[in-house]
Each structure stands twice: as structure tokens, then as C-alpha cells.
């Protein structure tokens, strides 16, 4: 299990240029079901007082449980 600064860390190179994609464990009854979080030319939005682990594309703030992810890919 992952916690929040362990995952920024994982996705510290975010720049915009690279795609990144989670997939979460425990995703209602059949996680496959769900299927993976999938965002274009991602960006790590910068430690903010809510703490909370923050991805955006531009157009849209993704927020990410660190505790919930089950495996990601950055490319």
C-alpha cells in the first residue's frame, strides 16, 4: 500500500508531456469492472494545505486516494 508523499513522489516527473494511467484496487465488486483512470498529458498539481495527491490534464483536477492504488504507468 501506497501513502500520499510516496506517490507524489512516483509522479514527481509529470510534466504534461506523458500520459499516466491507475488503475485502483478495490474499485466496487470487480475492480477489472471499473477498468484503469486514464489521463492525457498529465501534470502533478504542487503540495497544497489539503493534502490531497492532485493530477490534472488542464481541464479537469483528478484527485488520487494513494492508499487505493493498486498499480500506474506513466508513459
Same mark, same amino acid.
Given at each position: 500500500?501506497?501513502?500520499?508523499?510516496?506517490? /507524489?513522489?512516483?509522479?514527481?516527473? $509529470?510534466?504534461?508531456?506523458? %500520459?499516466?494511467?491507475? *488503475?485502483?484496487?478495490?474499485? +466496487?465488486? #470487480?475492480?477489472?469492472?471499473?477498468?484503469?483512470? /486514464?489521463?492525457?498529458?498529465?501534470? $502533478?498539481?504542487?503540495?497544497? %494545505?489539503?493534502?490531497? *495527491?492532485?493530477?490534472?490534464? +488542464?481541464? #479537469?483536477?483528478?484527485?488520487?486516494?494513494?492508499? /487505493?492504488?493498486?498499480?500506474?504507468?506513466?508513459?
Amino acid at each position: 500500500m501506497m501513502n500520499a508523499e510516496q506517490l /507524489r513522489k512516483a509522479l514527481h516527473e $509529470l510534466n504534461g508531456e506523458r %500520459d499516466l494511467t491507475i *488503475v485502483f484496487a478495490g474499485a +466496487g465488486e #470487480a475492480p477489472e469492472a471499473a477498468g484503469p483512470c /486514464r489521463v492525457r498529458r498529465a501534470m $502533478l498539481i504542487p503540495h497544497e %494545505d489539503d493534502h490531497l *495527491v492532485k493530477v490534472t490534464d +488542464g481541464q #479537469a483536477v483528478f484527485i488520487v486516494d494513494a492508499e /487505493r492504488v493498486a498499480w500506474l504507468k506513466i508513459g
